[in-house]
């Protein structure tokens, strides 16, 4: 990525951060997850939040669901495919500023292997500094993938109708941002 001369840049604090996802089980009721690591290359545009950048990778095996059985199986070819593809990326492409802090983000999303355009809405909060002096700025996103738009296609059909793993997946993501120098 490029940086203009009013752009720094920015590490992910973390023990300040995290990825969430949801998805209808059986039709009823929702299955939530989260994944344990993950890092950016950000290039923050201090001036104009929206001449930003960033590239977001995700450790597809740091999958979880706190059900080991069901994180296996997520794991697996059915699903994520770790094996042949360990990393889920996000590299943004525009930001378009949409009120006072909150923006619409879109990028390339890819997950095993396949990549679509997404946009996620967004909020920044910020900036402050943290006890230890360092100026920090929070990034809360949120937005809607179907997965089968990305190859996680595997089902089982239910007896009273309906499918075992809903398409939609929710998205809610927190970053505590750390400027770097």
Known sequence: MSASPATSTWVIDPAHS??????KHMVITTVRGTFSRFEADLDIDETD?????????????????RQPD???HLRSADFFDVANHPTITFTTTNIER?????FR???DLSIRGTTRTV???????GPAKNPFGKTVVALSVTGKINRKDFGLTWNAP???GGWLVGDEVRINADFELVKNG
Do not use: K
């Not at 939040?49 to 669901?65: C, M, N, P, Q, Y």
């Open 158 to 160: 239910l007896e009273a």
């Open 18 to 23: 995290s990825i969430e996802f949801a998805v």
């Open 105 to 107: 983000i879109t990028g």
């Open 49 to 65: 939040l929206a001449r930003s950048r960033a590239a977001f990778r995700i450790d597809a095996a740091s999958i979880d669901t």
């Open 98 to 102: 949409t009120g006072a802090g909150t």
């Open 119 to 125: 946009t996620f809405d967004a909020e920044v909060h």
């Open 70 to 72: 069901r994180d296996n």
